[in-house]
DNA sequence: TTGTAAGCGTTATCAG
DNA sequence: CTGATAACGCTTACAA
């Protein structure tokens, strides 16, 4: 004891070296040198080891002396001594870690909603455990399973459908949880979506202003709301403009990829009497129009005009250019991550949808006819 | 505990509803109900908590009588039971977690390249944790500080530079670790990249034998391998072929964004003699480069011919198709996947660099002169 | 202001 | 094949 009280006041850059052995400390197994831990802090300084962890806890750094604090601070920063998250979250209960599951990370969506999300976590010390559902079911719950038995903080749903047994999942593991981008039906989690039904039906109104008769929709999968809101969109602004929707100008996929928009591209321009207009429930799915109309021969936008949604990445660079619905996911997945974390901090107000508006962007893949 | 033995027998579905309190457990505290954990098992199936921890690990379940495996088993599923992860990593030393940093997850050569490691390593039940250092190494640094606390069994860089303190942190942490895209200079770890001086060397001879003599090159930062390599490739083939790249020609660019390229491109333009062929460190760096053609009144390729890199999503949708050469990043992150389990299962053979191939992807940005 | 002691939920190790 | 015990590293009442 006296010998290390004397070795404070000397340069302690031999502690880095020698750090724990030097110290007088009893080898650890396997003569493997484990990191420093909170008790080799405390031996070093002479104090008790939580002692250190107040020192060395901005929170309650005021309650010790500052001689101890200088001291503690200085010897936890020579022997390379980094607090055991596991340890600490084995006591409070808090792993300082929340979960997110997307559909796939290759979805040009996902990426500002990871960032924003990402950023306004930040700050606090979380981070961001990720997981890539891939459009199925059980991987998805698999991932969530993880995630609760990792103790996450929290969870971020973007796969939400209108009824989702993660979303009740997570809610009986008691997990903060939110959703982004999809909501469920019964609001039983706070979502942070952009608002579908007046993005399509500004883009549908859009569409008929540029003097489009035949309108045909592809649609995405009616379990999400998202798929559902936008083909409420479209149908609502061609009913108010005495437009009918056949039947065969209303292709629903069942994943809103480009295969998908592809496929049913290829269909309806072969329709006795094609649409003049295509409007896609997302950008990738008019991407794979817009495939389809170049195999076919098929000129868009002269012979055939196509919108997306969601005004992703790359939409601006497409030729044509794709007229689509602008979203600003990275604000959604900004506003997601505050409200999980008020709920991670228990002010929920009240479980809620908080809608961003959306807006048109007009490009070249629409024409007036 | 006859009590309890007694209800084995029976229909266990009022467990799950009174769970522990129904089977005589004291109440725990603030009577907020705590997820069952081991010892909640064990008593109802009348066995020791390690009894219960090999009934449910597949591995030690072989040790145990099968009836004890069936009565655990049924008893965990009926209260659900689900393993503390933390608790478990705590005394394994395990998290069954991986760290990845990346810069930003909206360049889209990251979410193949975290697809790819998430689908490589997910039947081992490792979860993935992802931070975005955003190009600064500050933020970066402490993306990994976290990661280390939280004690993640490996780590897989994508922003290595040559000469990276990150890769000593986590070395210095004793952290098996793994490079994607970059490696450091020292090869002080496994990095699983492209060949980004065949790539270059490829693309730059395609662009000679296209009939280009003033031939411009906006490359990446120096500083990291690919950047670095990448030049190389161009300044190799131009060599071979007896061209020049004069200094004004050659651009190098911090942060190889749109941006970059659209600034690099401007000035190349409006060079007395500009060039006929810029050569792009990548994709996004040619969209960058292409924009600016729009801007000038400069056709790509009548005036100017583009090339890119990487072979990104969009690439093969935007107008003119661009000219790139094509990289599996989905590969590459299933290879750092596979690496870093080898190191984790501490069977590394020796530090190396695996190096997938890459090839020239033709088509409309660059033509014959 | 600092020390004491009790856990957090698992699993490795050793006994039986 | 199963049970008992200890330990993983930290935090936090409570006590001094």
Redesign the pocket.
Known sequence: MRKQAANNGQDLAWLRKCAIRCAGYEQRESDKL?PP???DVARLA??????V??A??PT?R????D???ARVTKIANDIG????AV??S???GSTRTIGVVVHDVNDPIYPPLIKGLEDAVLDTGLMVMLGNGGFSADRASGLVDRMIARAVDGIVLATTVLDDPLVEKCLAAKIPTVSMVRYPRDGSVTSVVNDCVSGMEQMTQHVIECGHQRVACIAGPQTSSAGHNRLIGVRSSLHRSGIDLPPEFLKITDQPRMEAGYAATMELLSLATPPTAIICVNDVVAMGAMRACRELGVSCPEDVSITGFNNVAFTEFVAPGLTTVAVDFQRIGDLAGRALLSEIEGKCPQKNIQTVPCHVVSRDSLRVI
């Open positions: 484990m831990k909170i008790s002479n104090v008790h080891p939580s002692t962890s107040r060395l806890d309650k005021s309650r010790i002396s001689e101890i604090v001594y980094r607090p055991n340890a600490a084995m006591r409070t």
